[in-house]
């Protein structure tokens, strides 16, 4: 029973690279979310889709794109990263959007270093 | 702009000690307050959470207080142990609201 799982655990990007970080969970959730985490700053939610089909923006969603590939897999793009953009990645799955009754599950994480 | 302040950044306490972490906010449409923790190279988890009906919320060595009219809540450890060092935080959302808002998190090292 993995739970959240995340691909890759790091990476490091030059400036102007892209990458897609990947997001699976086999909890049947319908709900997944994408955040980054920050020293000070807690965590930010960037995306996040409420169920199969849709996306929505969150806090900080620019220089971001994301995919709801199916129920499972949800999937973060970075076009063109930059140094700003250098953090610890969280993807998160719950049963329906995030409430008293569905709190969220979250991966292990993804570091990026974007140089 | 955090909609949620948590204070203080970290904290050093003794084996057996009681551990305790304060939030604010501000919106007073927050009505779910849960606290996350976590552990070195892992996501966070849930440990506990709090709705406004209730001012005490207890489960094992785990306790949150609430204070509707004060708009804080804090998260206390009892007889804290080197297991529960680890990265806490406290967050609020609104019931038609389900974006979490996070504070910034507080380090607590517990010495044996």
């Known amino acids: 029973n993995a739970g959240v799982t995340q691909t890759p655990k790091f990476q490091v990007l030059k400036t102007g690279q892209s990458m897609t970080l990947q997001c699976a969970q086999d909890?049947?959730?319908?709900?997944m979310y994408w955040y980054r985490q920050d020293p000070g700053m807690g965590l930010r939610l960037i995306y996040y889709?409420?169920?199969?089909?849709?996306?929505d923006k969150g806090e900080v969603p620019n220089g971001y794109n994301v995919s709801r590939l199916n129920k499972r897999e949800f999937s973060l793009r970075l076009e063109s990263a930059a140094p700003s953009q250098t953090s610890v990645y969280f993807c998160?799955?719950?049963?329906?959007?995030?409430?008293?009754?569905?709190?969220?599950?979250f991966g292990n994480g993804t570091r990026l270093t974007v140089t | 702009q955090q909609q949620v302040k948590q204070s203080p950044q970290s904290l050093i306490v003794q084996k057996g000690g009681i551990s305790i972490i304060n939030c604010a906010y501000e919106n007073t449409a927050f009505d779910y307050f849960p606290w996350y923790q976590q552990f070195p190279g892992k996501g966070p988890a849930l440990l506990i959470a709090?709705?406004?009906?209730?001012s005490e919320k207890k489960e094992g060595r785990f306790t949150i207080s609430f204070n509707k009219s004060a708009k804080q809540f804090s998260l206390h450890i009892m007889d804290s142990q080197p297991g529960d060092s680890a990265t806490y935080f406290c967050?609020?959302?609104?019931?038609?609201?389900?974006?979490?808002?996070f504070g910034a998190g507080t380090t607590v090292t517990v010495r044996a």
């Open positions: 998160a799955s719950s049963v329906t959007l995030q409430g008293p009754n569905s709190p969220l599950h």
């Open positions: 889709s409420a169920s199969e089909g849709t996306t």
């Open positions: 709090i709705r406004p009906d209730v």
């Open positions: 967050a609020a959302s609104g019931s038609n609201d389900y974006k979490l808002s």
């Open positions: 909890m049947n959730h319908n709900s």
